[in-house]
């Protein structure tokens, strides 16, 4: 069973940075797990940001790339997403992914994830 708690966000201004993290438990999550964060806008779908995969390749959509950057401590057990250069259109609830069977190529998929956290709320204007 995986459990997922975020924590970190909040309101910024545009071109503030925020770092969000993850804290997830759970029997090989950050050695077998593909972990990710998703956002939701209000009124829009949920859409994937970033993925780790358990050899620790990275995926980002087009619209992060630059700004966000992924990574996760295993000591801590702890996944990240350090937010650089906001943008109002990055507000929403952001949520941390994990499952340990997802397709190459579909990482950022929502529909390959059964695992989330509560969200976290990120408000940039």
């Known amino acids: 069973h995986v459990q997922l708690v975020e924590s970190g966000g909040g309101s910024v201004q545009t071109g503030g940075s925020l770092k969000l993290s993850c804290v997830a438990s759970g029997e090989g999550v950050y050695d077998s797990a593909c972990l990710a964060w998703f956002r939701q806008a209000p009124g829009k779908e949920r859409e994937g940001d970033a993925s780790v995969d358990n050899i620790g390749i990275i995926r980002y959509a087009d619209s992060v790339k630059g700004r966000f950057t992924i990574s996760k401590d295993m000591d801590k057990n702890t996944l990240y997403l350090q937010m650089n250069s906001l943008k109002p259109e990055d507000t929403g609830v952001y949520y941390c992914?994990?499952?340990?069977?997802?397709?190459?190529?579909?990482?950022?998929?929502?529909?390959?994830?059964?695992?989330w956290g509560q969200g976290t709320q990120v408000t940039v204007s």
């Open positions: 992914a994990a499952d340990y069977w997802v397709v190459a190529g579909r990482r950022l998929v929502v529909l390959e994830y059964n695992y």
